[in-house]
């Protein structure tokens, strides 16, 4: 058995049920991606997912799926997926062992 694209923290995985719950319409995941954006270039982008689409690699959670982009694999992998509040900034984060920096602020990176 192979390891996962990316792990998630116990507590990413509460913050996405709990997103997941509260949500409008019927979602069984959350897809991961990136974006090119961000003064470092790229960006992680996380979503709902209704659906899965074609070459999306799936990871099966405590009862949802993470749909990781194909497009994203080779940025994101053994990343790991957390969440965080903070007093200046909530949220999921990454700890990407395939970054090679990350802007200040720390919203985007480069491999």
């Known amino acids: 058995m192979t390891n996962p ?4 923290t116990e507590a990413a995985t509460a913050r996405a049920r709990l ?5 409008d319409s019927e979602i069984i ?5 990136i974006n090119s954006r961000g003064c470092s ?12 689409r074609q070459f999306e690699e799936v ?12 497009a994203a694999s080779m940025f994101l992998i053994g990343s790991e997926m ?11 984060t990454f700890n990407n062992p395939n970054a090679k ?4 602020c720390g919203e985007s990176f480069h491999v």
């Open 82 to 92: 957390d969440y965080q509040e903070g007093q200046f900034q909530t949220g999921f």
């Open 29 to 33: 995941g959350l897809r991961v991606g």
């Open 101 to 104: 920096g990350t802007c200040g």
């Open 59 to 70: 990871i099966e959670y405590e009862g949802f799926s993470v749909f990781i982009d194909p």
């Open 5 to 8: 694209i990316i792990t998630m």
């Open 19 to 23: 997103l997941m719950s509260a949500a």
């Open 41 to 52: 270039g790229l960006s992680y982008v996380v979503e709902y997912a209704s659906d899965r």
